[in-house]
């Protein structure tokens, strides 16, 4: 049979025993909060990245028909012209 200090000793070790595993299921869940933010700071860097994409594709296109503007030729002294 256990003494007095043993027994003690083991409601102490119990003790710290719950307390880090509260601790643990704290950072557990901490980490699996600190994923989802990350996955959906992803997703919004990719829908960033396609509306980036996007916005080059127009503005090529929008160059294109510039170009093709005989009226409009891209050049400096024409474009800055046109501006005042």
């Not at 595993?21 to 909060?33: D, G, H, I, N, Y």
């Not at 959906?40 to 090529?60: G, P, S, V, Y």
């Amino acid at each position: 049979m256990l003494n007095v200090s043993n027994k003690d000793n083991t409601a102490e070790l119990l003790k710290l025993i719950l307390k880090l595993e509260e601790r643990l299921e704290r950072q557990e869940q901490k980490t699996a909060e600190m994923k989802q933010i990350i996955s959906i700071m992803r997703d919004e860097l990719q829908m960033h990245k396609q509306a980036a994409a996007n916005m080059a594709r127009e503005m090529d296109k929008l160059h294109e028909k510039i170009m093709k503007n005989k009226k409009y030729p891209l050049s400096n002294e024409n474009w800055s012209a046109r501006l005042v």
